[in-house]
Nanobody, 114 residues
Framework: QVQFVESGGGLVQPGGSLRLSCAASGSIFRFYAMGWYRQAPGKQRELVASISSRGNTNYTDSVKGRFTISRDNAKNTVYLQMNSLKPEDTAVYYC????????WGQGTQVTVSS
């Protein structure tokens, strides 16, 4: 069973940047498509970005051009580079196997505020 630990969140001003990391357990990580998700207070969890095992990426419209998802299979790690952050990006961010709706990690809080 692959599990994940997210890190890198924090408080940042609008327009700032953060880089989130997601460390995976298990040697079969490289075979999975991965997703970064977020959940804002009072809202449902949403998919923000995904990356296939081969590195093909997709983004939700609200983050296109600002966020970049990447992966390092040698390190069993997925990243989310977030630039030009906006207050509406405030949420708890999670990574998970793309399409797996269970076994969530603890997430990492991102707060965008002046």
């Amino acid at each position: 069973q692959v599990q994940f630990v997210e890190s890198g969140g924090g408080l940042v001003q609008p327009g700032g940047s953060l880089r989130l990391s997601c460390a995976a357990s298990g040697s079969i990580f490289r075979f999975y498509a991965m997703g970064w998700y977020r959940q804002a207070p009072g809202k449902q969890r949403e998919l923000v970005a995904s990356i296939s095992s081969r590195g093909n990426t997709n983004y939700t419209d609200s983050v296109k051009g600002r966020f970049t998802i990447s992966r390092d299979n040698a390190k069993n790690t997925v990243y989310l580079q977030m630039n030009s952050l906006k207050p509406e990006d405030t949420a708890v961010y999670y990574c998970n196997i793309y399409g797996r709706g269970s076994d969530w990690g603890q997430g990492t809080q991102v707060t965008v505020s002046s």
